[in-house]
């Protein structure tokens, strides 16, 4: 497996990272620690996640040098606007433990994200941030902002797994050298992912599991992952993709899985919108 990619600013990112989204605050130290144990430098918060206090103390813990880490969050909605977002891009640097952020995307495209991409671009500028990018951002949306701003984003980050492999984004995306990033690169286990008889055939023949044919087909086309576990042994086996290749037969076999859309959230649908921009008043637990 290819290590890293280049950004559209030269910067080089890990192909592989771990996720740490669903994981409590109160365990995500624990698991980030393990991650980096079993190998992992990148790892993928938000501040929506409320977890990015465990991040910061994992890194801060490990002994690794700052430098060979790589740090990536996310701006949530209401945050969002030039003064919000820039007040909440230094509370993440303090909550994180560091001087800068690897790569700070804004995390949904609802709320002033103009605003908010305005802020990242002076974080950006100054030092703060060393990338910057968009999370959820699709088709008129993600074209309209990266031919409006300087900096164009360097990363997509969009739900991309082999039943939704983004094809037209990925198109959309390379006028820009914009990168894409799956979240929930293994769909979940949605789709029946773990039971697909052509996925089965393929790690079988290589004996591999199908979470690693998916994660080495999708860094095989060039897209970052950032699968979630927190179990130590299912966190090493997603890391290890080197040792076997797939044939063009397979990944052509894997191609005719793409549904041609996303399983789990569609950002054109009102009700998501609603939902979402309520989500911190929900779910925040320094509310409770």
Same mark, same amino acid.
């Given at each position: 497996?290819?290590?890293?990619?280049?950004?559209?600013?030269?910067?080089?990112?890990?192909?592989?990272?771990?996720?740490?989204?669903?994981?409590?605050?109160?365990?995500?130290?624990?698991?980030?620690?393990?991650?980096?144990?079993?190998?992992?430098?990148?790892?993928?918060?938000?501040?929506?996640?409320?977890?990015?206090?465990?991040?910061?103390?994992?890194?801060?813990?490990?002994?690794?040098? !700052?430098?060979?880490?790589?740090?990536?969050?996310?701006?949530?909605?209401?945050?969002?606007?030039?003064?919000?977002?820039?007040?909440?891009? *230094?509370?993440?640097?303090?909550? %994180?433990?560091? *001087?800068?952020?690897?790569? %700070?995307?804004?995390?949904?495209?609802?709320?002033?994200?103009?605003?908010?991409?305005?802020?990242?671009?002076?974080?950006?500028?100054?030092?703060?941030? !060393?990338?910057?990018?968009?999370?959820?951002?699709?088709?008129?949306?993600?074209? *309209?902002?990266?031919?409006?701003?300087?900096?164009?984003?360097?990363?997509?980050?969009?739900?991309?797994?082999?039943? #939704?492999?983004?094809?037209?984004?990925?198109?959309?995306?390379?006028?820009?050298?914009?990168?894409?990033?799956?979240?929930?690169?293994?769909?979940?286990?949605?789709?029946?992912?773990?039971?697909?008889?052509?996925?089965?055939?393929?790690?079988?023949?290589?004996?591999?599991?199908?979470?690693?044919?998916?994660?080495?087909?999708?860094?095989?086309?060039?897209?970052?992952?950032?699968?979630?576990?927190?179990?130590?042994?299912?966190?090493?086996?997603?890391? *290890?993709?080197?040792?076997?290749?797939? #044939?063009?037969?397979? !990944?052509?076999?894997?191609? !005719?899985?793409?549904?041609?859309?996303?399983?789990?959230?569609?950002?054109?649908?009102?009700?998501?919108?609603?939902?979402?921009?309520?989500?911190?008043?929900?779910?925040?637990?320094?509310?409770?």
């Amino acid at each position: 497996m290819k290590k890293t990619i280049t950004l559209n600013n030269g910067v080089e990112m890990p192909m592989m990272g771990y996720g740490v989204w669903q994981i409590a605050p109160t365990e995500c130290e624990r698991h980030v620690s393990e991650a980096l144990e079993a190998g992992y430098r990148s790892i993928d918060t938000a501040q929506a996640y409320y977890n990015e206090e465990g991040v910061g103390e994992a890194v801060g813990k490990s002994g690794i040098p !700052r430098g060979e880490l790589f740090l990536t969050t996310k701006v949530w909605i209401s945050n969002a606007g030039e003064e919000k977002a820039a007040k909440s891009i *230094d509370e993440s640097l303090r909550k %994180l433990k560091t *001087d800068y952020i690897d790569l %700070l995307l804004i995390h949904q495209p609802f709320g002033d994200y103009y605003g908010t991409y305005r802020a990242m671009e002076k974080a950006y500028k100054e030092g703060k941030a !060393r990338a910057i990018g968009l999370s959820n951002f699709y088709d008129a949306r993600f074209v *309209d902002l990266a031919e409006n701003m300087e900096v164009k984003p360097a990363v997509v980050q969009l739900e991309t797994h082999v039943f #939704s492999q983004q094809v037209r984004m990925r198109g959309l995306m390379e006028e820009y050298g914009t990168r894409l990033m799956a979240w929930s690169p293994l769909a979940r286990g949605m789709n029946n992912l773990f039971g697909n008889e052509t996925l089965q055939g393929i790690a079988a023949r290589h004996g591999k599991d199908i979470a690693q044919v998916c994660l080495k087909f999708l860094t095989d086309e060039g897209i970052i992952v950032i699968p979630q576990s927190t179990k130590p042994e299912r966190m090493a086996s997603n890391f *290890d993709l080197d040792g076997f290749e797939l #044939s063009d037969d397979e !990944r052509e076999a894997i191609r !005719r899985l793409d549904a041609g859309h996303p399983l789990a959230a569609d950002f054109n649908d009102p009700a998501l919108a609603k939902y979402l921009l309520g989500y911190d008043e929900q779910f925040n637990p320094a509310k409770d």
